[in-house]
């Protein structure tokens, strides 16, 4: 059974930070993409970055680029999503995703986490 499980979610203040984590189980997710995207309330699920299997190729909504940062421990299993400055419209359910295509996950991942609550009060 594939899982990816999402932690580190939570209320902070405008400008200030949150780390994200994505653990897999089921399956060796070292060699797939991982990504994370976000979905606020009554809108569409969007791409905020992504990391190929090797850790050195990352990839960032404009919304997010500068603030906020991608990363793996391949060898501890996590994904990371280091988030700065953040602001009120950050504010969303931030899944993580996972896919062996490095572009492809970008549009269609084939494995998603349940989401965790980010919340961003001005």
């Known amino acids: 059974q594939v899982q990816l499980v999402e932690s580190g979610g939570g209320l902070v203040q405008a400008g200030g930070s949150l780390r994200l984590s994505c653990t897999a189980s089921?399956?060796?997710?070292?060699?797939?993409?991982m990504a994370w995207f976000r979905q606020a309330p009554g809108k569409e699920r969007e791409f905020v970055a992504r990391i190929k299997w090797s850790g050195d190729d990352t990839y960032y909504a404009d919304s997010v680029k500068g603030r906020f940062t991608i990363s793996r421990d391949n060898a501890k299993n996590p994904v990371y999503l280091q988030m700065n400055s953040l602001k009120p419209e950050d504010t969303a359910v931030y899944y993580c995703?996972?896919?062996?295509?490095?572009?492809?996950?970008?549009?269609?991942?084939?494995?998603w986490g349940q989401g965790t609550q980010v919340t961003v009060s001005s």
């Open positions: 089921g399956r060796t997710f070292s060699t797939y993409a």
């Open positions: 995703a996972a896919d062996p295509r490095p572009y492809g996950i970008i549009l269609s991942p084939n494995y």
